[in-house]
């Protein structure tokens, strides 16, 4: 195994530092990209068919997974004692969930909630996937969506189990 120097072992952490700060512009650029080769080289009358043909179902689809992931999230807020004030910055109080333990509401809103999500990311991948295959790094948007959604649902994890319940990993049945 070659040695590694002291300085090419820091290369490579500033270089890994530079694509966490910058996924996100990468994520958008790939998107803007993916939008603009079709634009240039196809026909703008198919491009326009591409979309009238998948807007009625790509734009239902997305309100009702909208309102799921929104009424999760309300149900999950309801079993934690919070107010609902405006069911749009429902993102914004999702953090006060972790205080609650296991109630069968935040489960139930958990599932409501991550359905909702879930549905979402896949009606995204489903709406790219009937652009023109130049288009298919717009996939980079439902797959950050999806790592997001992933992201979250770990999160919760520990909340979501009943208080005094054992996991099986740590010696409990």
Same mark, same amino acid.
Do not use: C
């Given at each position: 195994?070659?040695?590694?120097?002291? +300085?090419?072992?820091?290369?490579?952490?500033? *270089?890994?530092?530079?694509?966490?700060?910058?996924?996100?512009?990468?994520?958008?650029?790939? %998107? #803007?990209?993916?939008?603009?080769?079709?634009?240039?080289?196809?026909?703008?009358? +198919? *491009?326009?068919?591409? $979309?009238? +043909?998948?807007?009625?179902?790509? #734009?239902? &689809?997305? #309100?009702?997974?909208?309102? #799921?992931?929104?009424?999760?999230?309300?149900?999950?807020?309801?079993? %934690?004692?919070?107010?609902?004030? *405006?069911?749009?910055?429902?993102?914004?109080?999702?953090?006060?969930?972790? +205080?609650?333990? &296991?109630?069968?509401?935040?489960?139930?809103?958990?599932?409501?909630?991550?359905?909702?999500?879930?549905?979402?990311?896949?009606?995204?991948?489903?709406?790219?996937?009937?652009?023109?295959?130049?288009?298919?790094?717009?996939?980079?948007?439902?797959?950050?969506?999806?790592?997001?959604?992933?992201?979250?649902?770990?999160?919760?994890?520990?909340?979501?189990?009943?208080?005094?319940?054992? *996991?099986?990993?740590?010696?409990? $049945?």
């Amino acid at each position: 195994m070659p040695a590694v120097s002291p +300085e090419a072992g820091l290369d490579q952490v500033q *270089n890994e530092g530079w694509l966490k700060r910058h996924k996100t512009k990468l994520a958008v650029g790939a %998107a #803007a990209l993916s939008l603009a080769l079709p634009l240039a080289f196809q026909p703008m009358s +198919e *491009n326009k068919k591409l $979309v009238t +043909e998948s807007g009625p179902w790509v #734009a239902t &689809g997305l #309100a009702a997974s909208e309102a #799921a992931w929104i009424g999760g999230a309300i149900i999950m807020l309801g079993a %934690a004692g919070r107010k609902i004030r *405006n069911p749009l910055k429902v993102r914004s109080s999702l953090d006060d969930i972790r +205080e609650v333990k &296991g109630t069968d509401a935040l489960r139930a809103g958990f599932a409501v909630h991550m359905t909702g999500a879930i549905s979402q990311d896949a009606i995204l991948a489903a709406a790219v996937l009937e652009l023109p295959k130049a288009s298919w790094g717009l996939m980079a948007i439902p797959a950050y969506f999806a790592a997001s959604t992933g992201i979250r649902a770990v999160a919760m994890w520990p909340a979501l189990k009943k208080p005094g319940s054992s *996991n099986a990993l740590e010696g409990g $049945v």
